[in-house]
C-alpha cells in the first residue's frame, strides 16, 4: 500500500490541474455565454459533496456549469464572482448522456470537456490531449521532487520565488506543457526544481558577433555573457541555455561548424546561472544582468527563441524608455524599469542569408539590467509565485504577510499594491500609447518586511506601441518587419492591459488576499474602481476606455484555452468580455 506522502503529489497535481482547467470553463465559456447558474442541480443525492473540505461545504455557494452535448459541470466554490476567480471547495462532478453525476479522475474529465467542445468551432485536438496530460505529469514530478528535497521558503530571496510557481499559469489548460528534449533532465536547468547551472559555451569566430547596445560598450556586453580570458585569437566564447545547446547541435548546419573547426564546443563552462519563472532567463548573482536567451522549445503556448525583429524592437525600446526616464520620470509613477541594453548573436560570416537568421535567432540574447545588484535581493518577488498555491494548495501570500493577517492588513496591502501596478502601467498607455504587460510574471515588486513598497516593470520585447501615439515618440527609422510587430491598434493594447491587469494580475491578488475571507472581495474592486477615478483625474489625454470601464466594469480576457483547442498559434488568440464586481448591473454579450 502506498503511503500517504507518495500518492500525495498526484493526488494535489490533480487538484491543482482540475482548478485550472475549471478556470478556463469558467471565464472563458460560462460566463460570457451565461451558461452558469449558482443553484444546486437535480437529482443532488447522486453527489458527494462532503468529500473534500467538508467543514466549508456548510457556508459554500453550488456552481453549476453547463457544457455542450448535454454536458454539466458541478463544484462547490467560495464565493459568485463575476470575473470568473474562484475558490473550488468540493470535488468535480460531471453529468453527460452516458452516465449521471460522477467525480472523474482528472486524465478522464479532462477528456470529457475537450471531447464536448470537439463540434464548437475547434478540430479534433490529440496534441492538447497529451499537452494537459504531461503538464500534469510535470506537476507530480515537480511535487514529488520537493517531498524529497524541500525548496527554500518562497520569499526568502528574489531567485527563490521566481522558482516556487509549482502550477503555473491559474487559468490555462496545461501551464506546464513543454516538449523538452530527452538528452536534458529538466531538474537540472529549470526552475521548478530550484536548479542551478553553468551556461552552455562555445568558442566562435568574434567576425561573426553581432553586438548592439545602448549607453553600454561592446566589451562589458560581451563579457557580461561570458567571460573572454580564455577565448583564442580572433574568436570570442558565446554562452546559452544547456537544452537550447542540444538544439542548436542537432541541426546538420552547427554540426558541419563543428566538425570543420570554425566553432569549438566548450560545454558547460560559462557563468553559474538559476533559471528564473520564464525558464529561459537566467540570474547571475552578483552580476550587472540577467541573461536571456533563446530556447527553441515549446513552453505552453510559444516556441521561447529570439525572432531577430523581436531583439531590434527591444532596443526600441530600450533607447525610448531612456529617453522619457531622463526627460520625464514622472512618467513612470514611481515604478522602477529593467532595462535591457543590448542584444547579441552570433552568425558565420559566410553564410546564407537564411542561415544567418537563423544562427541569429537561435545564438541571441538579451542583457536585462539586474536590479538585484543595487538593491537588497531579499527585497524583491515576483508577483505571480505572490498569488500562487503551494503544495498544500494554499495562497503563498500567507508567507510574505504572516498566514495570520488580520483583515486590515489585507485591505491595506492591497490598497497599496493596486497603487503601484496601476498608476505606471495606465500612465504610459495613456499618455505616452505605450503597451506593457504586466501580467504576474512580468511583474516584480519590492517589500519591506511583507510590504510593497515599489514595483518593478521588466521584457521589454513584449511592450507595443499604439499606433496613434506611441510609435511616434520614436525617432529613428525601423525596419517594415520590425514595426509590424511593434505595433498595435489601440484597441488591441487596451485589450492586453485589460486582461493582463484586471484578470491576469488583480483578480488573482484578490482571490489569494480573500482566500478565507471573500467578504473582502467586493471591497478589494471598490479600491480598484476608486484608484481608476483618482488616476485618470491625473493623466494628460483623455481617457475613454477608463470612462467605460468605471462605468460598465467590462474588462477583456484572453482566452488561453479556446485558442488551444483551435490548435491556433498565440497571436490569433481571441477575448471574451467579463465583468468587475463593482458594476450594479452585471451583463454579459
Known amino acids: 500500500m502506498k503511503s500517504a506522502i507518495n500518492i500525495l503529489p498526484k493526488i494535489v497535481s490533480d487538484l491543482a490541474m482540475t482548478h485550472a482547467l475549471l478556470n478556463c470553463l469558467t471565464k472563458e465559456y460560462a460566463l460570457p455565454n451565461q451558461d452558469i447558474q449558482y443553484q444546486w442541480p437535480e437529482k443532488r443525492n447522486e453527489l458527494d459533496t462532503d468529500s473534500h473540505l467538508s467543514e466549508l461545504s456548510l457556508r459554500a455557494t453550488p456552481m453549476l456549469i453547463t457544457l455542450p452535448k448535454h454536458t454539466q459541470i458541478f463544484v462547490l466554490v467560495d464565493r459568485k464572482s463575476s470575473v470568473g476567480s474562484q475558490r473550488y471547495l468540493s470535488n468535480v ?5 452516458q452516465k449521471g453525476w460522477t467525480h472523474y479522475p482528472f486524465k478522464e474529465l479532462a477528456s470529457i470537456i475537450l471531447e464536448a467542445y470537439s463540434s464548437h468551432g475547434t478540430v479534433d485536438n490529440q496534441e492538447l490531449h497529451e499537452q494537459i496530460d504531461s503538464s500534469r505529469n510535470l506537476v507530480e514530478k515537480i511535487l514529488t521532487f520537493h517531498g524529497q528535497n524541500p525548496p527554500p521558503p518562497p520569499f526568502s530571496s528574489y531567485i527563490a520565488s521566481e522558482q516556487s510557481l509549482w502550477f503555473g499559469h491559474p487559468s490555462h489548460p496545461a501551464p506546464k506543457a513543454r516538449v523538452w528534449p530527452n538528452s536534458i533532465p529538466q531538474e537540472d536547468v529549470t526552475p521548478e526544481f530550484q536548479a542551478s547551472t ?21 566589451v562589458d556586453a560581451i563579457n557580461a555573457l561570458a567571460s573572454q580570458v580564455s577565448a583564442t585569437e580572433r574568436h570570442a566564447i558565446i554562452a546559452m541555455h544547456p537544452a537550447q545547446a542540444e538544439q542548436i547541435k542537432k541541426d546538420s548546419r552547427m554540426q558541419h561548424l563543428l566538425n570543420n573547426g570554425e566553432v569549438r564546443d566548450l560545454g558547460l563552462s560559462g557563468y553559474s546561472a538559476a533559471p528564473t519563472a520564464s525558464i529561459r532567463t537566467w540570474y547571475l548573482e552578483e552580476m550587472p544582468y540577467f541573461i536571456k536567451g533563446s530556447l527553441n522549445i515549446r513552453i505552453t503556448n510559444c516556441v521561447r527563441k529570439n525572432s531577430w525583429y523581436e531583439l531590434e524592437s527591444t532596443l526600441v525600446i530600450d ?30 560570416e559566410n553564410a546564407s542569408e537564411e542561415d544567418k537568421v537563423w544562427f541569429k535567432e537561435q545564438t541571441s540574447v538579451i542583457l536585462r539590467e539586474n536590479f538585484c545588484s543595487t538593491n537588497p535581493e531579499t527585497q524583491f518577488a515576483i508577483a505571480a509565485t505572490a498569488f500562487a498555491r503551494d503544495h498544500q494548495l494554499k495562497p503563498m501570500i500567507g508567507s510574505l504577510i504572516g498566514h495570520d493577517a488580520t483583515k486590515k492588513k489585507r485591505l491595506d496591502w492591497f490598497k497599496k499594491y493596486q497603487q503601484l501596478l496601476l498608476q505606471p502601467v495606465l500612465s504610459l498607455f495613456f499618455d505616452y500609447g505605450i503597451v506593457t504587460e504586466p501580467h504576474l510574471q512580468n511583474t516584480v515588486f519590492a517589500h519591506n518586511d511583507g510590504t510593497p513598497i515599489s514595483l518593478l516593470l521588466r521584457d521589454f520585447e513584449g511592450v507595443k506601441l499604439t499606433d496613434e501615439l506611441g510609435i511616434h515618440h520614436v525617432n529613428t527609422p525601423l525596419n517594415q518587419k520590425v514595426k ?5 491598434s489601440r484597441h488591441k493594447g487596451w485589450q492586453r492591459i485589460s486582461y493582463c491587469l484586471f484578470i491576469n494580475n488583480i483578480s488573482e491578488a484578490i482571490l489569494s488576499l480573500t482566500w478565507d475571507a471573500p467578504e473582502l472581495e467586493r471591497i478589494m474592486w471598490d479600491m480598484v474602481k476608486n484608484e481608476l477615478i483618482s488616476l485618470k483625474s491625473s493623466l494628460s489625454k483623455p481617457a475613454p476606455e477608463i470612462d467605460e470601464l468605471i462605468a460598465t466594469g467590462e474588462v477583456a480576457c484572453k482566452c488561453n484555452f479556446k485558442v488551444r483547442l483551435a490548435a491556433q498559434a498565440d497571436k490569433q488568440v481571441q477575448y471574451v468580455p467579463l465583468t468587475a464586481p463593482w458594476s450594479k448591473e452585471v451583463v454579459y454579450a
Open 198 to 218: 553553468p551556461l552552455y559555451q562555445f568558442e566562435v569566430p568574434e567576425n561573426g558577433l553581432c553586438i548592439q547596445t545602448n549607453g553600454l560598450s561592446k
Open 319 to 348: 533607447k525610448l524608455f531612456s529617453r522619457i526616464m531622463k526627460h520625464t520620470p514622472s512618467a513612470f509613477r514611481g515604478a522602477m524599469i529593467a532595462a535591457e541594453p543590448a542584444v547579441l548573436s552570433w552568425m558565420p
Open 93 to 97: 462532478y460531471l453529468k453527460n448522456k
Open 484 to 488: 509590424d510587430a511593434l505595433v498595435y
